[in-house]
């Protein structure tokens, strides 16, 4: 079986701070009664909870706000939602680009 293809070119390393920040966001849009304890850095965000498309769409929608950023139609995959390094990772490539492009218009 073939491995699959990293959704982002270059992951990096995410930064544990953004890691954090999905947990909490994840937790609270779905109402969730898990705790920090409960985090585990390795394991699949719908491994914790059954994910369906509402509840995928509800977490998106609130790390958009919680992040000020908009996801690119074309990354809005299971893969990516469900993986929370992979996930921070596009965060933080989001929030950077965001930031560098606020601070060009300045």
């Known amino acids: 079986m073939e491995a699959m293809e990293p959704l982002l070119k270059d992951p ?3 930064s544990r ?3 954090d920040r999905i947990w909490r966001v994840f937790v ?6 898990l705790t920090q304890e409960d985090l585990n850095y390795e ?3 719908d491994e914790s909870v ?6 995928v769409l509800d977490f998106v929608t609130a790390l958009e706000k919680e992040f ?3 996801f690119e139609p074309e990354m809005l ?4 939602v469900r993986d929370l390094k992979e996930l921070a ?3 933080d490539e989001r929030v950077a680009r965001s930031q560098s492009v606020a601070k060009g218009r300045q």
Not at 50 to 55: F, I, K
């Open 77 to 80: 995959t299971i893969d990516l």
């Open 17 to 19: 701070e953004t890691m």
């Open 12 to 14: 990096g390393s995410p």
């Open 50 to 55: 059954g994910l369906d498309s509402v509840a």
């Open 68 to 70: 000020r950023i908009t």
């Open 89 to 91: 990772a596009y965060v």
């Open 43 to 45: 394991a699949k965000l």
């Open 28 to 33: 609270e849009s779905l109402n969730l009664n």
